[in-house]
């Protein structure tokens, strides 16, 4: 029988932590199948378990991108891998999303917006991706949900996915979070429509980024990447890692 670390998994049976997930299973244009065990999007790890860590070690990952601020990430630190995977921490969106301040007077349109033009954060996160350790990359902010999906959307259009899968790998972030109690609390205050849609995975949301792609760079994820100040190498690389 083989051991759970070995088997590909959609939601990982973790125990502190409720939205990581895998990149593997989704068909390309080419006709393929991306891999499993290269890629896990996730919440924050800060309150993984020592058996967490264990399962995520055996399970392959050997580098882990924190998407999330400099002071976010000190506020709630990761659970500790080791010296021998590698870590990063770079965000394309600079605020504390778990603000509520920011959620009630931001809309997520503006958010997505901030995040589409960091090119220097993109540039950053793709190289460390490119040059990791060979094995699995996690790579995660605070929920999971913004950040992570836009990376992993990303991610998935440079392997041949289309947008449809990219949105449908988006939205199961609003589902998978409700196993929180404190985010259920949140989920049933009284809100507006604008800070809902923060707590929310909503494809229309995903989908003001999709139409910047489309409007400013015809939907050509290698053009953006590229202006970005992504090299063509290095995007090579990380598609590389989810196909090859």
């Known amino acids: 029988m083989a051991e759970p670390w070995e088997l590909n998994w959609q939601r990982l049976p973790l125990e502190g932590v409720v939205n990581a997930r895998e990149l593997g299973g989704f068909p390309t244009a080419s006709g393929e199948q991306t891999r499993f065990h290269r890629f896990v999007r996730s919440d924050a790890l800060t309150d993984a378990t020592p058996a967490d860590i264990e399962f995520l070690r055996s399970y392959g990952v050997r580098a882990v991108l924190d998407m999330r601020g400099e ?52 540039r950053g996160i793709f190289e460390f991706i490119a040059s990791a350790p060979d094995g699995c990359v996690l790579f995660h902010c605070s929920a999971g949900k913004d950040r992570t999906g836009i990376l992993a959307g990303l991610i998935m259009l440079l392997a041949g996915c289309d947008r449809w899968d990219v949105f449908s790998a988006y939205v199961p972030s609003r589902v998978n979070l409700m196993r929180l109690p404190f985010f259920r609390e949140y989920w049933d205050k009284p809100c507006s429509d604008s800070e809902r849609e923060h707590y929310d995975s909503r494809a229309s949301t995903l989908g003001h980024w999709f139409d910047r792609l489309d409007a400013e760079f015809g939907g050509d994820v290698r053009a953006y990447l590229a ?18």
Request: aromatic letters at 10%; charged letters at 25%.
């Open 71 to 122: 002071k976010e990430a000190e506020g709630r630190p990761d659970a500790c891998f080791g010296p021998d995977v590698a870590t990063a921490n770079n965000s394309p969106f600079k605020v504390n999303m778990a603000s509520t301040e920011m959620q009630a007077t931001m809309p997520a349109s503006w958010v997505y917006d901030c995040i589409f033009e960091n090119r220097d954060a993109w």
């Open 227 to 244: 202006w970005c100040g992504v090299s063509e190498e290095t995007m090579d690389a990380v598609r590389a890692r989810l196909m090859d």
